[in-house]
């Protein structure tokens, strides 16, 4: 009897110790279900020429994994639905004065059509860069802004003759030609400009800057597909990469316009081509005026025009800018036939939704869309980031080390250096929730950054944390960024290393 009672009582214990096993793997289980949420990604996509295409017929793969579509809409404007934001960037750093003229006429010959799509914003970096015109759909605004631009910009050598179709060459001004630090940094400058632009709609960039011609060792880097490997840091190589993988992530699709063709100079009644714009902007503001005159360029399709197209991914500074707008689904724009396509094409393409998991890690995945049976995908952005891209990040921690404030931060940071490590402490953010953090840490003398993502931080009574520093030798100074991807706030500080 005490043996079968002593089996009866192991079997009971087993049997308890089986279902209290069996009950926390399930609170395990819900529990961990319940941490992870879902939300819905839009990526925007070129169709094919065949024409439109229905949610049923697409596939969506986010790093090699499918994911469930839920809905494709097309960014079409109508019924006063404008479903784009623009902004038209003229970055004097990068852009010779004669880029920067003309790309300014020719985008503002299409004022009507980019402001058709939506909001348009002007912006000038020289070296920073500034708002020159709020987003806006005001045409006449946008044309008399960009006339401004185009004025100010005034090459000194003299204009082409009207018979002249050959263009111009680039200038020696182009800083990004020889000094990679200077492009950085002016790259640096756009991603950190470009995150505060409001989101919600489908973007497009209008970057106006020069190309330049791979450094040596460059070229291969620069001309192969992205699939994410490192690239080696301090090169032009990675300005590029790293500025194309946040333009992408963030939804930018991207028109770089190393400007290089003006139209023919014909002359009405005495007027510049400046002039013109401005006088159609005028006339446009009054509804019971006849409709502006403004001699456009003869529609040429003969074969200088065709050769022209082709020579602008043909010369050798194309392969720099290429590797900057291909994996956002932009292209280059090189002569003024290119930018009115550019244009139309935009209210052609679509906004796919699908669904994903939110994993706060801060990665960065490949993204594909495509079609049953098909070889290729269809052309969009190559990559996407749930949170914060690590890029603007770097961006961010970068500018801090050179001495700049970039703005937007709201996470007051407290840094300081002793025994070689670096202490950072933040206030409480009034939430216990626990949050996913990414430390970027940057020195004024390098352009690699390091990044560190602690995945479970609960700061509603602050947060300190020490890790190595370790800076380069000759660094002067050091800065730090702490974004919370959880909730999409950030900050930053420099020190002074002694």
Not at 110 to 115: C, E, V
Not at 215 to 228: I, Q
Not at 306 to 322: C, G, N, Y
Not at 354 to 369: F, S
């Amino acid at each position: 009897m005490t043996r079968t009672r002593s089996h009866v009582a192991f079997a009971a214990s087993l049997l308890l110790l089986l279902a209290a096993g069996r009950l926390a793997a399930q609170e395990q289980t819900q529990k961990f279900q319940g941490e992870i949420q879902v939300r819905e990604v839009g990526l925007v996509v070129e169709p094919l020429e065949s024409g439109p295409f229905h949610t049923q017929d697409l596939l969506v793969f986010e790093g090699g994994k499918p994911r469930p579509v839920v809905k494709a809409e097309p960014l079409r404007p109508a019924d006063g639905n404008r479903p784009w934001s623009l902004v038209l960037y003229f970055d004097r750093v990068l852009a010779a004065p004669e880029t920067a003229h003309g790309a300014a006429l020719a985008l503002a010959r299409q004022a009507r059509g980019l402001t058709a799509l939506g909001p348009v914003e002007i912006a000038v970096a020289d070296p920073e860069p500034r708002v020159a015109l709020a987003a806006t759909t005001d045409a006449a605004g946008v044309s008399d802004a960009l006339a401004h631009i185009a004025e100010t910009a005034q090459p000194t050598a003299p204009a082409a003759k009207s018979g002249d179709r050959k263009p111009a060459q680039p200038a020696a001004k182009s800083a990004a030609r020889t000094d990679v630090a200077t492009l950085r940094r002016q790259l640096d400058r756009l991603a950190v400009f470009l995150a505060g632009r409001p989101g919600g709609d489908a973007r497009a960039l209008f970057l106006v800057v020069d190309g330049f011609a791979p450094p040596p060792g460059e070229a291969d880097l620069l001309s192969a597909p992205d699939v994410g490997e490192p690239v080696p840091p301090g090169t032009a190589a990675a300005a590029l990469r790293e500025t194309s993988r946040f333009l992408a992530a963030a939804g930018w699709v991207t028109f770089a316009m190393p400007f290089r063709d003006t139209p023919p100079a014909v002359t009405v009644s005495g007027l510049s081509d400046i002039d013109r714009i401005r006088v159609s902007a005028d006339s446009s503001r009054h509804t019971n005026s006849a409709p502006p005159v403004m001699v456009m360029q003869p529609a040429d399709r003969g074969p200088l025009r065709h050769e022209s197209v082709i020579e602008v991914f043909t010369r050798p500074e194309a392969t720099s800018l290429q590797a900057l707008v291909q994996p956002t689904a932009g292209t280059l724009l090189g002569v003024d036939e290119q930018i009115r396509p550019a244009v139309d094409g935009l209210a052609r393409r679509w906004r796919v939704w699908y669904q994903a998991p939110e994993p706060l890690d801060g990665k960065r995945r490949l993204v594909e869309v495509r079609l049953p049976n098909s070889r290729d995908p269809l052309r969009g952005q190559r990559w996407i980031e749930i949170s914060t891209p690590e890029e603007l990040d770097a961006a961010r921690a970068r500018l801090l080390a050179a001495g700049a404030q970039p703005a937007g931060g709201t996470i007051a940071v407290d840094a300081r250096v002793e025994g070689g490590k670096l202490h950072l402490r933040v206030p409480g953010a009034g939430t216990p929730d626990a949050a996913a953090l990414r430390l970027s840490v940057a020195f004024d003398n390098r352009s690699e950054v390091r990044h560190l993502v602690l995945p479970e931080v609960r700061r509603e009574k602050g947060w300190e944390h020490a890790l190595d520093l370790r800076p380069p030798a000759g660094a002067r100074r050091a800065a730090v960024v702490v974004d919370d991807l959880s909730h999409g706030t950030w900050g930053g500080a420099a020190i002074e290393l002694r």
